[in-house]
């Protein structure tokens, strides 16, 4: 079953692919383009806005997110040499721990100049400038010659295109045998369970993080198989991104008279946004999956599942 489209993404097929591609650069982009400063108050130290893996709840961000970023590494099993992509890496978070803890070669593409420059500031601090580039650039855009890719991952960032399925064709061409894809993100359940075109859904998905498509998990899963990659798990993070969210909104209340100073009037989109997705995770209105899928058969057996 196909997701009945929201009035934004109505919009966007409204624009056609050129002029939401477009939309996608400047709305997308305005978010991020704050001070990194802010989100150094909010996020976890290595700067992931993505959600973290919790056990338990009362454990605390830097530890549910060091978790994630250890996953997603064993996940991709890079080896030395191999080549990896990471649309929308944000400030950096996982494609820096990845260089740091791997040998392989790293391209991030991000909407934010200044998510690029920060994130290039900090490969340098970690010493791994030298194998890690970052474009400016929308996916779209990316020559990716086939089968020049061992990974590609979305954390955090698929759920801001619209063209996704020319953007998973795009993917599974550039992949060789044996490549993975790995996405963290939102969906919608099948099953509606409330009202997706409401005045707290479109200040979500478009006053806050500028615009916003969540598909069915079903459906997700139906484009990454058509491209010829097989999913080899899913992991429901639907609790654990509550938690996260939770955790965020605690670090807005704290610095919040700072973040009002380096951009006023950003803490109340930062607290309304992440009070009103919470609610939604805790009533699985949303959900929160990782998907790994490989190209071929996977290269040797995938580690265990989140939990221990």
Same mark, same amino acid.
């Given at each position: 079953?196909?997701?009945?489209?929201?009035?934004?993404?109505? @919009? !966007?097929? #409204?624009?056609?692919?050129?002029?939401?591609? %477009?939309?996608?650069?400047?709305?997308?982009? $305005? /978010?991020? +383009?704050?001070?990194?400063?802010?989100?150094?108050?909010?996020?976890?130290?290595?700067?992931?806005?993505?959600?973290?893996?919790?056990?338990?709840?009362?454990?605390?961000?830097?530890?549910?997110?060091?978790?994630?970023?250890?996953?997603?590494?064993?996940?991709?099993?890079?080896q030395?040499?191999?080549?990896?992509l990471d649309?929308?890496?944000?400030?950096?978070?996982?494609?820096?721990?990845?260089?740091?803890?791997?040998?392989?070669?790293?391209?991030?593409?991000?909407?934010?100049?200044?998510?690029?420059? @920060? !994130?290039? #500031?900090r490969?340098?601090?970690?010493?791994? %400038?030298?194998?890690?580039?970052?474009?400016? $650039? /929308?996916? +779209?855009?990316?020559?990716?010659?086939?089968e020049?890719?061992?990974?590609?991952?979305?954390?955090?960032?698929?759920?801001?295109?619209?063209?996704?399925?020319?953007?998973?064709?795009?993917?599974?061409?550039?992949?060789?045998p044996?490549?993975?894809?790995?996405?963290?993100?939102?969906?919608?359940?099948?099953?509606?369970?409330?009202?997706?075109?409401?005045?707290?859904?479109?200040?979500i998905?478009?006053?806050?993080?500028?615009?916003?498509?969540?598909?069915?998990?079903?459906?997700?899963?139906?484009?990454? @198989?058509?491209?010829g990659?097989?999913?080899?798990?899913?992991?429901?993070?639907?609790a654990?991104?509550?938690?996260?969210?939770?955790?965020?909104?605690?670090?807005?209340?704290?610095?919040?008279?700072?973040?009002?100073?380096?951009?006023?009037?950003?803490?109340?989109?930062?607290?309304?946004?992440?009070?009103?997705?919470?609610?939604?995770?805790?009533?699985?209105?949303?959900?929160?999956?990782?998907?790994v899928?490989?190209?071929?058969?996977?290269?040797?057996?995938?580690?265990?599942?989140?939990?221990?």
């Amino acid at each position: 079953m196909t997701a009945l489209p929201t009035q934004l993404e109505r @919009e !966007a097929e #409204a624009r056609g692919a050129l002029t939401q591609r %477009e939309h996608e650069r400047q709305a997308v982009a $305005a /978010h991020y +383009e704050n001070h990194p400063e802010i989100f150094s108050l909010v996020l976890d130290r290595r700067l992931a806005y993505a959600t973290g893996i919790f056990r338990r709840e009362e454990e605390d961000l830097e530890t549910a997110q060091a978790r994630k970023y250890a996953w997603i590494a064993e996940q991709l099993a890079i080896q030395p040499g191999q080549t990896v992509l990471d649309v929308g890496c944000g400030w950096g978070s996982n494609l820096l721990y990845l260089a740091e803890h791997t040998e392989g070669c790293f391209r991030g593409v991000t909407l934010s100049a200044r998510q690029r420059e @920060e !994130a290039l #500031a900090r490969a340098k601090r970690a010493g791994v %400038e030298g194998r890690v580039r970052i474009d400016l $650039a /929308h996916v +779209e855009e990316l020559d990716l010659p086939s089968e020049s890719l061992d990974a590609v991952l979305f954390v955090g960032s698929i759920v801001h295109m619209h063209n996704r399925e020319a953007i998973h064709e795009k993917v599974a061409r550039a992949l060789r045998p044996g490549g993975r894809l790995l996405i963290s993100d939102c969906f919608f359940p099948v099953e509606a369970r409330g009202d997706r075109d409401s005045a707290a859904s479109r200040y979500i998905f478009e006053t806050a993080l500028g615009y916003c498509r969540l598909l069915h998990l079903s459906d997700e899963l139906g484009l990454i @198989e058509r491209c010829g990659l097989d999913v080899v798990r899913v992991e429901d993070l639907t609790a654990s991104y509550a938690c996260t969210l939770g955790r965020w909104i605690d670090n807005v209340r704290a610095h919040r008279g700072r973040i009002e100073t380096l951009a006023p009037g950003f803490p109340r989109v930062l607290q309304v946004y992440m009070t009103i997705a919470r609610l939604s995770f805790l009533r699985r209105r949303a959900l929160e999956y990782m998907v790994v899928a490989v190209k071929g058969k996977p290269p040797r057996p995938l580690a265990g599942g989140v939990q221990p």
